[in-house]
């Protein structure tokens, strides 16, 4: 299993960023997508969760309205598109799959958000 995250970076608050996860060694078609974030001091959280197909998504409730996960299962890539982008929403940002019993993680994408 390998998780390659990218699309992060510098941006103002009240900017958008659209992170992407590219997938490999399993069939992603088949598990459901998550992504995380953590800040310096802090635990790692869920930030959104989609379904195998798209078909039921989830957000903390810090980026609802804000963020939207979605997915390409013919690309085997997830997406984080991030709107309206806040000072507390600077992390590094990890993408996840949950696979026979265990979690893998990518090796993260940094966003900061900052004037």
């Known amino acids: 299993v390998q998780l390659v995250e990218s699309g992060g970076g510098l941006v103002q608050p009240g900017g958008s960023l659209r992170l992407s996860c590219a997938a490999s060694g399993f069939t992603f078609s088949g598990y459901a997508m998550s992504w995380y974030r953590q800040a310096p001091g802090k635990e790692r959280e869920l930030v959104a969760f989609?379904?195998?197909?798209?078909?039921?998504?989830n957000y903390a409730d810090s980026v609802k309205g804000r963020f939207t996960i979605s997915r390409d299962n013919a690309k085997k890539t997830v997406y984080l598109q991030m709107n309206s982008l806040k000072p507390e929403d600077t992390a590094m940002y990890y993408c996840?799959?949950?696979?026979?019993?265990?979690?893998?993680w990518g090796k993260g994408t940094q966003v900061t958000v900052s004037s």
């Open positions: 989609i379904s195998r197909f798209g078909g039921s998504t």
């Open positions: 996840n799959v949950y696979y026979f019993a265990m979690n893998y």
